[in-house]
């Protein structure tokens, strides 16, 4: 079945950066959107970030102007570039590919920015 496996994730001070990575198992038909989602203890799980089939992207006002969404089609892979990195960013994040048929989300990657 299909697995989406996140990596990249770690500890980094404030301002820094990372740089997630996504790797899906096979390849998947009928994709509609590609995204990553980050959830901090005791809160709702939120959208971070997500690419359409077309290549449009999107992004949560929190991190409009600091982090990038990115795909490789030819690698199976989905990447979120996060820069100037800031305490309230941490979190786990996921994550997620939609088709018509199903949803899929990666197990997550911790980011800690701590001070």
């Known amino acids: 079945q299909v697995q989406l496996v996140e990596s990249g994730g770690g500890l980094v001070q404030p301002g820094g950066s990372l740089r997630l990575s996504c790797v899906v198992s096979?390849?998947?038909?009928?994709?509609?959107?590609s995204g990553w989602y980050r959830q901090a203890p005791g809160k709702q799980r939120e959208l971070v970030a997500d690419i359409s089939r077309f290549g449009r992207t999107s992004y949560a006002d929190a991190v409009k102007g600091r982090f990038t969404i990115s795909r490789d089609t030819a690698k199976n892979m989905v990447y979120l570039q996060m820069n100037s990195l800031k305490p309230e960013d941490t979190a786990v994040y996921y994550c997620?590919?939609?088709?018509?048929?199903?949803?899929?989300w990666g197990q997550g990657t911790q980011v800690t920015v701590s001070s």
């Open positions: 096979r390849n998947i038909v009928s994709i509609s959107t």
């Open positions: 997620r590919v939609r088709t018509v048929e199903f949803d899929y």
